[in-house]
């Protein structure tokens, strides 16, 4: 039988309809699930810090599941440490349970921080239980040791899992937390209540909530700042003599907050504190945060002139990052979740000009003198003046392979190349700056290029706008047209010779050397307990003669020396600091070879240093051909 063209059409769609119907519908319904798993969810999570003494924290927390396969995290990638450094080898305790029996887990085999937990039918969420153990001695960031008997960092990321599937953003936390009895606290996360050592605090993002630690002790002094947005100095000590510190230092942490709002602006937080822990016994670093830092010094970090001296740059330097790592932010490290890894390309941005910018801010609200900051830029220009490993790794490589190269030891350090980013662009950026100034003849000025970038509108805690390459290269040219573009490459591929000084010598100073130690140099030995003696015979020495390296090219490596080994007698003499630096100071006089006996793995060798150039130190020096470009670069806006 023959059908018509309407008839065979007919039943062509009934045909169709009847194949893709369960198709449709397998669809429809995995749409309907989709929006199900994106439905508003809210996570509790209570943390019981009472165990800090004993270095333990203990987390519950409730989450929204379905039945089948619920996929967790354990936060990997955490922003500011610009790696994989989530401290999964401290998560212990871990369980699941759902109405009353525990449930069966395991760890994704391809990814240490995944978790994937069997959810039965008729479970509508998962309680999980953790515990995070503080370490004692190793550990990087917020994987290094954060408690001791008088006082805790909490660093949220260490405490929580979050579900796949959801942007940090997405996600909503409430949070308990219960101290240690008559424990302070100080945090930026909105506290709803607080009764006795129990605190509830406001649902917040999970982006806000690992990006706003929490500080408890029993020796807290809240230091206001400012006001309009609030702003304060919570600091946290194993003593209360720790927490003693001049008045004027206060003063000028209330000038720091005046002087970074003249460069920038504009403010991009509700309130900051300021939360400084000082510890013997948690690891020392400063961590970014939008309204707040976790800065961590030994316990006498403030109480001591000369220690206050030599770390005097890390607040500064972390309150930057609220405008430059934070409201702003490269486009590559800035990811929807704590999983998917950062590309650090552009840390010769976020940290370098952070840098530049932490240091100047710190001679503009007296924090540092003009002479102090000058000490530390000159020491800055000298240490990359004598990197040999620039002949191999560009600066770009220095920060393209953080992820992997962050923790990588003192010895060989020269060669290595570590992360240069830091101090070479305080180099570039002060060079950029006068750049600007000469192009403009004075009218302007990298500030010019901070109220441009980091500047308007003020507002609350958001990343606003990332950034690339091409971004900073426009601003600039905004501000004084230029060849950036070919000025920021050469800067980031370059292999030298030398470091990086056209900034100091076009701002009217110029490096020399010397064998007088200024006061920054003098100290910074003294504290570290070293010897350097990398401008004149290439070494750095612990003060038991222990090489901890040589600049490859100078004397010493030359003459085969190298790190690991230890000098044991100078000129036929048992070494001593003093004998050591005698010897260099006599050779100058003298024309027999600088001797040093070599212990290297159980064998002892004898080295003969043709050198008599005495002991070097480097200083700043003024050029008088110049104006002082430098000097107004660092005056009180």
Request: proline fraction near 6%.
């Amino acid at each position: 039988m023959r059908l018509s063209c309407k008839s065979y059409l007919i039943s062509f769609l009934l045909f169709v309809l009847i194949v893709t119907a369960p198709i449709f519908a397998k669809e429809k319904s995995a749409v309907r699930q989709t929006a199900a798993a994106k439905a508003p969810t809210l996570i509790t999570m209570s943390v019981d810090a009472t165990d800090a003494p004993r270095k333990i924290f203990h987390a519950r927390l409730n989450i929204p599941a379905t039945p089948g396969t619920l996929t967790l995290y354990y936060p990997k990638w955490i922003p500011g440490e610009h790696g994989p450094t989530g401290p999964i080898e401290d998560l212990t305790g871990l369980k699941f349970a759902a109405n009353g029996h525990d449930l069966k887990w395991r760890r994704d085999l391809q990814d240490g921080w995944k978790f994937h937990v069997e959810v039965p039918a008729g479970v509508t969420s998962v309680e999980a239980s953790l515990d995070f153990i503080a370490p004692v001695e190793e550990g990087i960031y917020t994987a290094g040791p954060s408690a001791t008997d008088k006082l805790a960092i909490l660093s949220w990321n260490t405490l929580l899992l979050y579900p796949a599937g959801w942007n940090s953003d997405d996600l909503s936390y409430q949070l308990s937390l219960q101290l240690p009895a008559g424990w302070k606290f100080a945090t930026p996360l909105p506290v709803a209540s607080q009764n006795g050592a129990q605190i509830e605090f406001k649902p917040t993002s999970l982006t806000e909530l690992v990006d706003s630690p929490t500080v408890t002790g029993e020796y807290m002094k809240v230091v206001p700042l400012a006001e309009n947005p609030h702003q304060e100095l919570d600091i946290t000590a194993d003593s209360a003599a720790a927490l003693n510190a001049p008045e004027s230092l206060f003063d000028n942490y209330k000038d720091l907050t005046e002087q970074a709002y003249k460069l920038f602006g504009a403010r991009h937080f509700r309130d900051y504190h300021f939360i400084f822990t000082l510890s013997d016994h948690v690891a020392h670093f400063g961590l970014e945060h939008h309204e707040s830092d976790d800065s961590r010094l030994p316990e006498r970090g403030i109480s001591d002139a000369t220690y206050r001296m030599l770390e005097i740059g890390l607040l500064p330097h972390e309150y930057v990052h609220s405008w430059n790592g934070k409201y702003r932010r490269p486009a590559d490290l800035t990811t929807p979740d704590y999983e998917k890894p950062m590309q650090t390309d552009l840390l010769w941005v976020y940290e370098g000009l952070t840098s530049y910018l932490g240091d100047v801010l710190s001679a503009r609200s007296g924090l540092r003198s003009p002479e102090q900051y000058r000490d530390n830029l000159g020491m800055i220009a000298a240490m990359l003046d004598h990197r040999p490993g620039r002949t191999w790794r560009n600066l770009q490589d220095t920060a393209d392979g953080v992820p992997s190269m962050q923790n990588a030891p003192d010895q060989w350090v020269s060669w290595r190349r570590p992360l240069d980013y830091y101090e070479e662009d305080v180099l570039n950026w002060l060079w950029a700056d006068t750049i600007i100034r000469q192009q403009t003849k004075g009218a302007k000025s990298i500030d010019d290029f901070c109220h441009l970038f980091y500047g308007e509108p003020s507002g609350d805690p958001e990343v606003v706008k990332t950034y690339t390459f091409d971004d900073i290269v426009n601003a600039l040219n905004q501000i004084a047209p230029y060849d950036w573009r070919g000025f920021w490459t050469e800067r980031l591929t370059n292999h030298g010779p030398g470091a990086p000084l056209g900034g100091v010598e076009e701002s009217g100073w110029k490096v020399t050397y010397d064998e007088s130690r200024s006061e920054r140099a003098a100290a910074w030995e003294d504290e570290r307990k070293e010897i350097n003696a990398e401008y004149s015979v290439g070494l750095l020495l612990q003060a038991d003669g222990t090489i901890i390296d040589t600049v490859e090219g100078m004397p010493a490596a030359k003459a085969g020396i190298g790190p690991g080994m230890k000098i044991v007698a100078v000129n036929g003499r048992r070494y001593s600091e003093q004998v050591f630096r005698s010897a260099l100071d006599e050779g100058k006089t003298s024309s027999s070879p600088l001797e040093l006996l070599v212990e290297n793995t159980d064998y002892f060798i004898i080295y003969k240093i043709d050198y008599h150039g005495g002991q070097k130190y480097p200083h700043l020096v003024r050029d008088e051909s110049k104006p002082d470009m430098l000097g107004d670069i660092i005056k009180a806006r």
